[in-house]
């Protein structure tokens, strides 16, 4: 009997956010293709996003899209409202998994969350919904060598399995997340500038 494929929801806010997860999954730091199904989450936080361009729609994306099954756009999914500010409340956390994993055809399989500040929606409000999913956190900036800005809650921290960040200061370990002993795991420099270099041309 073959083993269960596994789903990877990978979120994302920034075409900056998208091509460092992309790295990433090009790297292997995420398994083998064949063994995971691969959805990108996208999102967009800012003040007024229904006047602003979806990141799957950006110039460029295309050369991002090829890594990913499926893609599905987070405001579409609980719009009228805001990613940044939506959360579900405790008591609804298990009817809005049966409402995602119905919505994406996540069956009833194992799912890993790959997102960015833990801390804020809607990595918050995902990380909530699916709770006994393990999360890996990733980091696109330098915020990744500061302390955690807020007080994460233990039940979601201790689920955080790697923190993967860009090599942006060479040698300096990364403090975020430290408090739940998550260890830092840093993209490929090379592989990301090469998913740069496809956005750049693909933009062209």
Known sequence: MSAIRSTQLFFAASQYAAATVTAAIRAGQFGPRAEHRRLLIVSDTSPAPEVGTPLDRMAGFASLRTEFDEVHSWNAFIRPF???????????????????????????????????????????????????????????????????????????????????????????RPLL????????????????????????????
């Open 82 to 172: 805001h990613p940044a500010g939506w959360f579900p409340r405790e008591q609804d956390t298990l009817l809005w998994e049966r409402y995602l994993r119905l919505a994406w055809k996540l069956g009833d399989g194992p799912v890993e969350i790959a997102c960015e500040s833990i801390q804020a929606n809607p990595s918050s409000a995902v990380a909530k919904i699916f709770g006994e999913s393990p999360i890996h956190l990733y980091a696109d900036g330098l915020m990744s060598y500061g302390p955690t800005r807020s007080k994460i809650d233990p039940l979601i921290g201790t689920r955080v399995q790697r923190l993967l960040h860009l090599d942006l200061v060479p040698g300096l």
């Open 177 to 204: 997340m430290t408090e739940f002993d998550v260890e830092p795991e840093v993209v490929p420099t090379i592989e990301f500038l090469k998913v740069l270099g496809e956005l750049a041309a693909s933009a062209e």
